[in-house]
């Protein structure tokens, strides 16, 4: 595996429990099967409809050619969203230590979210029709602003370690170790 940019990020006295990238399968699909699909379908179906019928007649409108070039716009992002699913894969990495959780995400440039695990008040895994066909899950992080690990094929043992890591650092957070209740036995 290539080397995680997301390692620089790091502060000294963090340590990785486990880093990756989405599984490629599953992040395609989800880049193709998205809500904006059935859209442009239904929209170059009519547009195409009206685009044939101006043509057909004698003296086609040519002049209709650049409005239809711009009602077409759904249908352009749509192509736009599938060409772009191939570099986005490759600025998308995540990676989990000790105290945080880091996602890296972008077309053009690689930006990076990160949430420390005191704050994973909420872990959810969420495994849609695409995740459950190919055994991957996608780990969010937080309710409000969530973050998102998407398409992991270890995301039961990911969300696992958060939630043991968010426990321990809370612990440490609110009773440091010489605060800590003495087991005498």
């Avoid at 685009?51 to 711009?70: D, K, V």
């Avoid at 759904?74 to 986005?88: C, Q």
């Avoid at 959810?124 to 029709?129: A, L």
């Avoid at 990911?158 to 809370?170: D, H, M, P, S």
């Amino acid at each position: 595996m290539e080397n995680n940019p997301l390692r620089e990020k790091m502060l000294p006295d963090e340590y990785v429990l486990r880093e990756g990238k989405p599984e490629k399968g599953t992040f395609i699909l989800r880049s193709i099967f998205n809500l904006l699909l059935p859209f442009s379908i239904v929209w170059i179906l009519v547009d195409g409809a009206a685009i044939a019928g101006i043509f057909s007649e004698e003296g086609g409108e040519y002049f209709l050619i650049p409005f239809f070039l711009l009602h077409l716009m759904p249908v352009w992002l749509y192509l736009g969203n599938l060409i772009f699913a191939v570099k986005r894969f490759k600025n998308s990495w995540w990676l989990v230590t000790n105290r945080t959780v880091y996602v890296s995400s972008g077309i053009f440039s690689m930006s990076t979210a990160s949430k420390t695990v005191v704050d994973a008040l909420s872990v959810n895994v969420k495994r849609g029709i695409f995740e459950k066909m190919r055994g991957t899950g996608s780990i969010q992080i937080g309710s409000s602003e969530p973050l998102e690990i998407p398409a992991i094929t270890e995301y039961e043992t990911v969300e696992k370690l958060i939630r043991q890591y968010r426990n321990e650092n809370a612990a440490d957070l609110f009773y440091p170790n010489e605060l800590r209740p003495k087991n005498e036995e």
